[in-house]
C-alpha cells in the first residue's frame, strides 16, 4: 500500500535560520507530489508540485524552494527563514485521481 | 484556470442538526475530480470523498451525502444529525485530469456543539 511520511512533526527556528522538510513516498513510483501551506486559521496554499526528478512548479513566489532528487522524495528549503513563515505544511502526492498527505509539519518561526 | 470556493467560513451548529457546506468550482477543463476532505484539530487531512465530472449521481455514506450539479458547478455537502465529533475544518478540492493540480477552497470551519 501507499504511504507518506513526512518529517519533522514539529519546529521551532530561528529568524534567519535556514529550513529542510523531508517528505517520502513509498508503495508507488513516479508520483506527482505537492507541498502545501497552512496559515493559522486559513486555508490551504499550494505552494510547488513536481511531475518528476527535477521537475518542480511554483505556485507561489515566496521565501521557499522546492526540489525532488529522486523520484519519491520532496524536499521544501529555505535559506533564511520568515516570521510569515510560520504555518503548518503538508506533503502530498497523488496518482491519477486520488491525493494523499502526510502527518504534517508545524512550523513556528521565532 | 481553476478556483474552488468555500463561501462559509464558520458554521456553528448543534448536536443532532443536519448541516450542509457549500463548495463552488471554476474549471475549463470538460474533466475533473471534486474531493472532500475532513481536517480535525489533529491537523492531518482526511479523505471523504471523490466525484469525477461525468457522474452527477449523489452520494450517501452513513451520516454524509455529497450533492454534485453541474450546471451550477457546485459540489456540496450534507451531514445529517450532526455530532461533535464532526466538529472539523472541512475543505472542498478540484484537480484536473492530468491531475497535476489540486487545488482547495478556503475551508470551512464546522463547529458541533452538544
Known amino acids: 500500500s501507499q504511504t507518506i511520511h513526512q518529517w519533522p512533526a514539529t519546529l521551532v527556528q530561528p529568524v534567519g535560520s535556514p529550513l529542510s522538510l523531508e517528505c517520502t513516498v513509498e508503495?508507488?513510483?513516479?508520483?506527482?507530489l505537492y507541498w502545501y501551506r497552512q496559515a493559522a486559521g486559513r486555508g490551504l496554499q499550494l505552494l510547488f508540485y513536481?511531475?518528476?526528478?527535477?521537475?518542480i512548479s511554483s505556485e507561489v513566489p515566496q521565501n521557499l524552494s522546492a526540489s525532488r532528487p529522486q523520484d519519491r522524495q520532496f524536499i521544501l528549503s529555505s535559506k533564511k527563514l520568515l516570521l510569515s513563515d510560520s504555518g503548518f505544511y503538508l506533503c502530498?502526492?497523488?496518482?491519477?485521481?486520488?491525493?494523499?498527505f502526510g502527518q504534517g509539519t508545524r512550523l513556528t518561526v521565532v | 484556470a481553476q478556483k474552488v470556493t468555500q463561501a462559509q467560513t464558520e458554521i456553528s451548529v448543534v448536536e443532532k442538526e443536519d448541516v450542509t457546506l457549500d463548495c463552488v468550482y471554476e474549471?475549463?477543463?470538460?474533466?475533473?475530480?471534486l474531493f472532500w476532505y475532513k481536517q480535525p484539530p489533529s491537523g492531518e487531512l482526511v479523505f471523504l470523498i471523490r466525484?469525477?465530472?461525468?457522474?452527477?449521481q449523489n452520494e450517501i455514506s452513513g451520516r454524509y451525502s455529497w450533492n454534485f450539479q453541474k450546471s451550477t458547478s457546485s459540489f456540496n455537502f450534507t451531514i445529517t444529525a450532526s455530532q461533535v465529533v464532526d466538529s472539523a475544518v472541512y475543505f472542498c478540492?478540484?484537480?484536473?485530469?492530468?491531475?497535476?493540480?489540486?487545488?482547495f477552497g478556503k475551508g470551512t470551519t464546522l463547529s458541533v456543539s452538544s
Open positions: 513536481s511531475v518528476g526528478i527535477g521537475q
Open positions: 478540492a478540484l484537480s484536473d485530469q492530468a491531475g497535476t493540480a489540486l487545488i
Open positions: 508503495g508507488t513510483s513516479n508520483p506527482n
Open positions: 502530498a502526492w497523488k496518482d491519477y485521481i486520488e491525493a494523499f
Open positions: 474549471t475549463r477543463d470538460t474533466t475533473y475530480y
Open positions: 466525484r469525477n465530472s461525468f457522474d452527477e
